[in-house]
């Protein structure tokens, strides 16, 4: 069990450029949760896949906000046309469907949009 | 509505003081209950957890008791130590059946100093 991992770490990139996020989940986990944490706050929840289906989406994923999980693996998160607000901490848990729900966090992508 | 309020930080302590971190919440029904942990410049953890009323949740030291009177799940320890300095989160699940999403808190910052 090597935990969720996350790519990149870091990304700078200049407004109004696309950038691409991918989460690889715990090997066993069938569910998958992308989040969002801005400085000195808790994570907000933004989207989450049960296998491949998208279950729900918050409403602070906007148009420019897509997320995929095509193979019920490895997950995306793309953000199209990058603003400054945009900027913050992209965090991706995974948990099993049974018991308790527990989710475990990857170490998370900062994205900071100049 | 649905939320999770935790007492504001910085809290600063000595070396084997005594810690309680406040977390309250508001919910339709009766949630599962967590804190997560993140260390300096690493991702969240879970630290414990607890999935009923009066449940008590333990780890490495921690403990906090689910109470339904109160809505309340406050975070303590007996004695600190530096190496607990951290940002500590409480969340409820959300979503029916505790399938959903995690609602977080703030975030409290622990300082513990030797």
């Known amino acids: 069990d090597t935990g969720v991992s996350q790519n990149p770490r870091h990304k700078i990139t200049k407004r109004g450029q696309n950038v691409t996020f991918r989460c690889d989940p715990i090997s066993e986990h069938n569910r998958l949760y992308w989040y969002r944490q801005t400085l000195g706050q808790g994570p907000e929840f933004l989207t989450y896949f049960q296998n491949e289906a998208q279950l729900e989406k918050s409403r602070l994923l906007s148009d420019r906000f897509s997320a995929e999980r095509p193979k019920g693996s490895f997950s995306t998160l793309e953000i199209q046309r990058t603003e400054q607000g945009d900027s913050a901490m992209y965090l991706c848990?995974?948990?099993?469907?049974?018991?308790?729900?527990?989710?475990?966090f990857g170490p998370g992508t900062r994205l900071t949009v100049t | 509505g649905n939320s999770v309020t935790q007492m504001e930080g910085p809290v600063t302590l000595s070396e084997e003081a005594f810690l309680t971190i406040n977390c309250t919440y508001t919910a339709t029904g009766y949630p599962s209950l967590f804190w997560y942990v993140q260390y300096p410049g690493e991702g969240l953890q879970l630290l414990l957890k607890?999935?009923?009323?009066?449940d008590k949740g333990s780890n490495k030291g921690f403990e906090a008791t689910y109470r339904k009177e109160t809505t309340s799940f406050h975070l303590e320890k007996g004695s600190v130590q530096v190496s607990d300095s951290a940002v500590y989160f409480c969340a409820r699940l959300t979503g029916s059946s505790n399938t959903g999403k995690l609602i977080f808190g703030q975030g409290t910052t622990l300082q513990v100093k030797p």
């Open positions: 848990a995974s948990s099993s469907s049974g018991g308790l729900y527990e989710q475990y």
């Open positions: 607890a999935t009923k009323a009066d």
